[in-house]
């Protein structure tokens, strides 16, 4: 078995690369040719366990995550896991990864593809609402997706940015790239083309002003519990159609179910990334009157695709640390 951190994950996949794993996943989902059992979730004072197992028809593994939302308060992630990938004959452990990493970088992805297939093929910029680990990943996919220009940043604990930037600088590619941080949420979204929510925010941060969020594109990757709400009522009568990565977003996401349960949003509007994949529409925003969102919960089967991605590259790149069990 081998042993993958974050640094040989990293090294081991490009984000165009996991990306492109994000969309065949979506490929997969849609035609179902895979088997993933609801996420088991257990929850005490504050601190929640997930655990994520996904088969497919020649691989299979399991993802553990630890959410520790608290954790901000110390300077630790908020999630820390491992991923597990089995032998689909024998079921013998053949890859253990650092599943903060693999979650980091493939909801970034994620993220990523959401900007790809809704926001304006031109945008420019992009603002990013968390500066924690997710936010980072996603302004690291946004402007792989997009000719990114400005980077703006809005971190709601008034923490000091400059560990952050410093490290967003030294993992783009585009030097030129500008970082700006922002005072507030409202001027944020003045400023930017698309925005990100990557925060564990149980009230939203987006302001319910139609007027500020029309014209842009929304990518939500924060909420993912009942009580967790980023959003505010206004999106919902600006867009025709919610997106989300799995429906049981509608079930597990206050950013949908409060909406939901008030009769804000119907179920008939929500649509699947991989309906509109396999659909190939074209929704990306071409006028400054248009909107677009799009929410993601996650789901095990992004993780065993990108793990096994992972896997195979290490073993070509010689990546890797050999555990004997």
Request: glycine share 6%; proline share 4%.
């Amino acid at each position: 078995m081998i042993f993958l951190n974050k640094i040989e994950i990293e090294r081991a996949i490009t984000l165009d690369e996991v990306m492109n794993k994000i969309e065949e996943a979506y490929k997969v989902f849609y035609e179902e040719k895979f088997y993933m059992p609801p996420r088991p979730v257990v929850e005490y004072k504050n601190k929640t366990l997930l655990y994520m197992p996904c088969f497919m028809d020649n691989s299979l593994g399991t993802k553990i995550i630890s959410v520790f939302p608290e954790n901000a308060n110390i300077g630790e992630p908020a999630i820390y896991g491992l991923m597990l990938l089995n032998d689909y004959t024998t079921g013998k452990p053949i890859a253990l990864m650092d599943g903060q990493a693999i979650t980091s970088i493939r909801t970034g992805a994620v993220g990523g593809v959401g900007v790809r297939h809704l926001s304006n093929k031109n945008a420019s910029t992009v603002g990013i609402i968390g500066a924690g680990v997710q936010g980072f990943w996603q302004a690291l996919y946004a402007c792989k997706a997009r000719p990114i220009k400005t980077i703006f940043l809005f971190n709601r604990n008034n923490k000091d940015l400059t560990v952050f930037i410093k490290n967003l600088k030294d993992k783009l590619v585009d030097e030129s790239i500008n970082i700006v941080v922002c005072d507030d949420v409202r001027s944020l979204i003045e400023k930017s083309e698309i925005v990100i929510t990557a925060t564990t925010t149980n009230d939203p941060v987006i302001p319910n002003d139609k007027n500020l969020l029309r014209g842009k594109c929304f990518i939500a990757v924060g909420s993912y519990k009942h009580d967790m709400r980023e959003f505010s009522d206004a999106i919902f009568s600006l867009v025709d159609k919610v997106y989300v990565d799995l429906p049981f977003a509608c079930e597990e996401s206050g950013d949908l179910v409060t909406p939901i349960e008030k009769g804000i949003l119907t179920e008939d509007r929500v649509v699947t990334m991989s309906a509109l994949l396999n659909s190939k529409e074209d929704v990306t925003i071409k006028n400054e009157n248009e909107t677009q969102f799009f929410k993601s919960v996650g789901m095990g089967l992004f993780d065993l695709i990108i793990a096994k991605a992972i896997y195979e590259n290490a073993k070509l790149k010689n990546i890797g640390q050999i555990i004997n069990m």
